[in-house]
Nanobody, 120 residues
C-alpha cells in the first residue's frame, strides 16, 4: 500500500504563490508516476499536473506556464509550485500516485486533500 499526505494549502491573494507538498510512504517502489488533481464544489475532479519517475511532466492547459510540478530524487515527496494564482484556482487539491508511468487516468492512491483558496 501507498499512503499520501498533502500539505501547504491555505489562503492567498490573487497573483500570489503557494507551494503544495505531497509526502509518500509505504510501498513507494511501486509508484511510477505522481500527480496533482483538484476539485471545486459542484465540479468534477480534474488533472492539474503529473510527473513520471523519469521526470516527464504534463500540465492541464489552465495551469500551464503558472504551475510547476517537481519531485525529489528519492520519489518520497512531490511538489506543486503555484504562481500567478487566480480565484479560479480555488479548489481542494489532491495528490495521486500511479503504478503506471503513462496513463490517461489517475492511479489508485489518493491523499486526503488540501484546500487552496485564492481571494480577489
Amino acid at each position: 500500500q501507498v499512503q499520501l499526505k498533502e500539505s501547504g494549502g491555505g489562503l492567498v491573494l490573487t497573483g500570489g504563490s503557494l507551494r503544495l507538498s505531497c509526502a509518500a510512504s509505504g510501498n513507494i517502489f511501486s509508484i511510477n508516476a505522481m500527480g496533482w488533481y483538484r476539485q471545486a464544489p459542484g465540479k468534477q475532479r480534474e488533472l492539474v499536473a503529473t510527473i513520471t519517475n523519469g521526470g516527464i511532466t504534463n500540465y492541464a492547459d489552465s495551469v500551464k506556464g503558472r504551475f510547476t510540478i517537481s519531485r525529489v530524487a528519492a520519489k518520497s515527496t512531490v511538489y506543486l509550485q503555484m504562481n500567478s494564482l487566480e480565484p479560479e484556482d480555488t479548489a481542494v487539491y489532491y495528490c495521486n500516485a500511479n503504478r503506471r508511468e503513462v496513463s490517461l487516468s489517475p492511479g489508485m492512491y489518493w491523499g486526503q486533500g488540501t484546500q487552496v483558496t485564492v481571494s480577489s
